[in-house]
């Protein structure tokens, strides 16, 4: 019998709370008292004030699972077999008081000894000329040589914005050669999915201040973080996250509804997935009181929401849909989350409202496109002008993606060139006009360039700096 996620989530806690550690649910997707953070995207944000010695913690150990949000990874998202825009995170914290050594030891006691992970299977990181971590991996541990690697700050040195911050120490799993790629030097750290990484043990011992100096802490701290959905991707031996028990029966009925087939063509299997993780992350951020808006964290909400929706066109769902597989996020998650399920009627109204809204843009967008491929028709053209498709998403709303979408259904395309040109000269006129606040399309695509730039393993970016931008 395979380990169920919610049962990882349980057996996790409780293993930390035999190690003396204060075992508590998650805080909310909402930063508290943290004007510089947009959405909780780690277990250890909500307990910054902890590690910066700014409160004191109801104990000096504590554990948690906590809900996070990363924008950043929304184009990882459908397309490698381990990244979702909501995840939950496993982890330990010690707030000056134990340090690598135990953290480390218990990691392993926990993986190997109640986990059962397989010895050979597992890879360890340590950052560059971190050779305690080193020395305590293969020589206290066991870990031979061969499956340790040394990773460069990209990987293995966390920090996020200004805070507390240090290097980092990774445990993975060798999936095997089939999720391999052609890398003949492909090992942890590689981008492909064969070895995944499940687990950040990171060594917080600096506070990185406004002007980028690294202060020591007076008490190292440790912070470690471990992808639950990843965790139970790999215990359950299957493909992908998304395979994953929970989170299998939310495709199932993503698949019910649209009765696209999954495994087919991967297009398809995209969007699914996208519908299947957006829908997460928008259950949680409205049982979490956002509230779709034109700014802030409200804007992420209302971009996932309708990014699902588009997704749900694409897959050929007619009407609105999201609400209908709001039940099976609750179904699957309530042990955990009581919240979802007191909130639902609201979660649902918030969601379908807001879906309906969207409902009328594509609508709307669709007639008009009807009458632009009607004129190509008669001039006999196969090229929608950039100006065309740049009116439709400016003025109407209506994404760029889904304009292309309907035109290659046609046999015809767009100009994008000329539509990227039209998008510069708004962003142009939109830096001028910063508090015109009716220029949602441009909101948008700031939104869209901020994921650009933020789409690596630095993930802290965008939960800085978003809300000013936005
Ligand atoms: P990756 O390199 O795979 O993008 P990461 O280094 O960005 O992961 P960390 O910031 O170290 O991840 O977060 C700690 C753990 O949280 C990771 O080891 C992983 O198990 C999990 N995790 C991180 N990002 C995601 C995500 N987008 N979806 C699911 N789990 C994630
Ligand atoms: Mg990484
Ligand atoms: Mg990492
Ligand atoms: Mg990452």
């Not at 395979?2 to 003396?20: C, T, V």
């Not at 059962?116 to 991996?137: A, H, T």
């Not at 699914?272 to 956002?290: E, L, N």
């Not at 009116?391 to 290659?408: A, H, N, Q, R, S």
Request: glycine content about 8%; aromatic content about 10%; overall charge negative.
């Amino acid at each position: 019998e395979k380990m169920g996620l919610n049962e990882i989530r349980k057996k996790f806690l409780d293993f930390f709370e035999s190690k003396d550690h204060y075992a508590r649910e998650s805080y909310s997707l909402v930063p508290q008292g943290d004007k510089s953070l947009l959405l909780i995207s780690a277990g250890m944000a909500p307990l910054k004030k902890y590690f910066m010695g700014v409160e004191t913690p109801p104990k000096n150990r504590m554990a948690t699972c906590q809900k996070c949000i990363r924008t950043g990874d929304i184009e990882n998202v459908g397309k490698t077999a381990r990244h979702a825009t909501f995840f939950e995170m496993l982890g330990n914290f010690s707030f000056g008081d134990y340090f690598k050594r135990e953290s480390i030891a218990w990691g392993w006691e926990f993986v190997t000894k109640h986990l059962n992970m397989p010895v050979e299977k597992l890879w360890v990181s340590v950052y560059l000329d971190d050779d305690e971590s080193y020395e305590i991996w293969n020589k206290e541990i066991g870990v031979p040589k061969e499956q340790i690697v040394r990773l460069g700050k990209e990987d293995n040195f966390w920090e996020i914005g200004v805070g507390p911050c240090g290097p980092c120490s990774e445990i993975y799993y060798d999936r095997g050669e089939k999720y391999g790629c052609d890398n003949v030097d492909c090992k942890p750290g590689c981008d492909c999915d064969r070895y995944v990484e499940f687990w950040n043990h990171v060594f917080t011992q600096y506070n990185k201040d406004e002007q980028g100096n690294y202060n020591p802490l007076p008490n190292p701290n440790i912070d470690t973080g471990m992808g639950l959905e990843r965790v139970a991707c790999i215990m359950q031996d299957v493909d992908s996250i998304f395979e994953v028990d929970t989170i299998r029966a939310i495709l199932e009925a993503v698949l019910d509804i649209s009765k696209a087939e999954y495994g087919k063509d991967e297009k398809t299997d995209t969007s699914i997935r996208i519908i299947t993780d957006h829908i997460r992350s928008v259950s949680f951020m409205v049982c979490d009181g956002i509230m779709p808006s034109n700014e802030g964290r409200g804007y992420v909400l209302r971009r996932l929401l309708r990014r699902a929706a588009r997704h749900g066109k694409l897959l050929g769902i007619k009407g609105a849909f999201l609400n209908g597989l709001v039940d099976k996020v609750i179904e699957v998650s309530k042990v955990a989350y009581g919240q979802l399920e007191e909130r639902k009627d609201y979660i649902k109204k918030v969601i379908s409202i807001e879906e309906e809204r969207f409902q009328e843009t594509i609508d709307q967008g669709s007639e008009i496109l009807k009458e632009y491929i009607e004129e190509l028709r008669k001039e006999e053209n196969k090229v929608l002008s950039g100006e065309k498709a740049f009116k439709l998403y400016d003025t109407y709303g209506f994404p760029l993606e889904l304009t292309k979408e309907i035109l290659e259904e046609e046999g015809l395309e767009v100009n994008e060139e000329k539509f990227k040109e039209e998008m510069e000269l708004q962003r142009e006129r939109a830096r001028s006009a910063r508090t015109d606040n009716s220029l949602e399309a441009w909101k948008e695509d700031v939104f869209s360039q901020i994921d650009d730039s933020t789409n690596t393993d630095f993930v802290g970016y965008n939960n800085y700096v978003v809300e000013g931008q936005l």
